[in-house]
Structure formats: C-alpha cells, structure tokens
C-alpha cells in the first residue's frame, strides 16, 4: 500500500494567507508594516538564494524586508554591531542571521546579540534553552521543526506514547525536532553517526524525522510499516539525464520508501515551503509583541 503525501505547499500558502491578511490588518490599525531583516555574511550561493526567497516572500504577505550584507572576512565586531543597530530599529520586527557564518566567527555571540522578542529564527540561547525546559515557552520555535511538526499533525499523526526517531542531532533541526516531540509526550531516541545498529533503531519508529544530509540514506527495511516519515533532507547529486547534470533529493529513498510508509514528505515540495511560511508567522508574532510592547514605529 503506497503511503500518503504530505506535502508542504498547501499547508503553507494556506498560512501565508493568515499572514497576508493579518499584516493588512495591523497596518490599517497602527500604521505600519512588520519588518524583517535579515544579515548575510560572505558569498555562500546558497545563502544568498535563501535570502532572495525570504525576501520575496514578505513582499507577497506584505511584510517590509530590510536586506544587509557584510564581506566574509567582516570582523565579529562588525556583525554584532549590526545585529545591535538592527535590533534597537523599531521598524525591525524580526531579525534572521543567514547561518552558517564563516569560520572565523562566534555563532553564538552573534544570535545572542538578537533581542529575544526578535528572534524569529528561534535561535537565540534563551529561546532555545526554554524549549529545553518543562514548563517553558519559547517566544519562537526554530522554523523547520516546527513546520515537521505541523505536516505530522495534518497527516493525523499521534504523538502521545509514539516511539519518535530523529535521524540528526543539529542545533537547527535535530535537537529542535527532538524537543518538540518531548513536549508532546512521544518517547523520543535521536541517532547519530555513532548510533549501533541505526536500521534497526529506525525500525521502531513510529514517527520518524530525517535531518541528517545523506542522500536517500534512509531505505524501505529501515522503516516500520505505517510510520509516518518527515524527510528535512536537501541533496544535490548527479543525474546526467537531466538538464543541468543534477537533482534534489531528500535523506530518504522515496520511492521504495513510500511502499512502506504510511506517510511520507516528498524532498523537495515537503518541509522546505513551511520553513519560509514557518519565519513569516514569526516575523508577524514579533510584530504583535512590538504591540503589546507599545514599540510601534513613528
């Protein structure tokens, strides 16, 4: 029985017109637009095509974009100061640092330069060390795992009691996921390059979470049938049929997976859209908190 697919697309435009909706009301009713901003440091084309995508999509909900860009061998001073500069701009709402940073910068020092109410990455130390905690709340979720976790619970997924693996221990997705899924009450293993016996450990899975970077590493015997199977994965490999000599492909084997699966994203068209409509909800929040902080431009 071939599983079902979720996929990401509806889910999200369906969000992104809650937002578009949402940013012409406060506009009418205090003047303004929520603002994002986002910092890019170096020349990473991939980085730059991310932010080209999140700019264009506030443009279409109506959110004002405020791009910055600094050389790769911008000094650690130079980016913690604007981080600072942007996060004392009231018409800044939302603050995105484009990771990963060169090399020679501190990661951490920069994040925590972003105001908390800022934080629509949810990448800040506070915001994560809350969604660490019982009884905490984070004022934002990193976007990616949160929008894993919204197609799950689309595709009916039950969390309470499930045996959930999280394929990947990251600080942008893995930890974030694995997290989510504590608080939701799932039973939860998060795998590494130094799991034993991964396949069998996948196996158990109820639900289970690929953000690992390994094209299609995840085959058909690695899944319980009927799991429910979120794919975060984005991969670049060779396909010499194709035009361009490439194609995208996600950490799990699709096709035979999907043979097993109860449900399953699709790599690409499944977690990638709710990330971006993922940051738009945050930058509206944000600007919500401006509000209720009376930090409502002039």
């Keep these: ?3 079902k697919i979720i996929k990401g697309k509806p889910v999200a435009d369906r969000m992104q017109a809650g937002i578009t909706e ?41 959110i004002e974009s405020f791009g910055h860009e600094l ?8 980016v913690e100061g604007l981080v600072r500069k942007l ?18 910068l501190d990661e951490e020092a920069v994040l925590s330069a972003i105001p908390l109410h800022k934080d629509v990455d949810g990448f800040h130390p506070v915001n994560i060390g809350r969604l660490a905690m019982k009884g905490r709340k984070p004022l934002f979720v990193p976007c990616t795992p949160a929008g894993a976790i919204l197609l799950l619970e689309e595709a009916g997924a039950t969390f309470e009691g499930a045996e959930a693996v999280v394929l990947g221990r990251s600080n942008i997705v893995g930890l974030p996921a694995a997290l989510l899924l504590i608080h939701r009450n799932a039973t939860v293993t998060v795998c590494h390059s130094r799991t034993k016996n991964l396949p069998e450990v996948c196996r158990k899975a109820d639900i ?5 970077g390994r094209a299609e590493m995840v085959k058909a015997d ?41 449900a399953i994203t699709p790599s690409p068209g499944g977690v990638g859209p709710m990330t971006i409509a993922g940051l738009l909800q945050n930058t509206l929040r944000a600007a919500e908190i401006a509000i209720e902080r009376g930090e409502i431009p002039a």
Aim: hydrophobic share 40%.
């Design 1 to 3: 029985m071939t599983a």
């Design 22 to 62: 949402a940013t012409a009301q406060i506009e009418a009713k205090y003047g303004f637009r929520p603002g994002l901003a986002t910092v890019l440091v170096g020349d990473n084309p991939a980085s730059h095509q991310y932010v080209r995508m999140k700019r264009n999509r506030c443009k279409e909900v109506g």
């Design 71 to 78: 050389p790769a061998d911008a000094t650690q001073e130079a």
């Design 87 to 104: 996060g004392a701009d009231p018409e800044v709402n939302g603050i995105l640092v484009q990771l990963p940073l060169p090399g020679h």
């Design 208 to 212: 289970l979470i690929a953000a690992v």
């Design 222 to 262: 690695w899944v319980k049938p009927g799991a429910y199977v979120i794919d975060v994965g984005s991969n670049q490999v060779e396909d010499p049929g194709s035009a361009k000599g490439y194609k995208w492909v996600g950490d799990v084997a699709f096709d035979e997976v999907k043979e097993v699966a109860g």
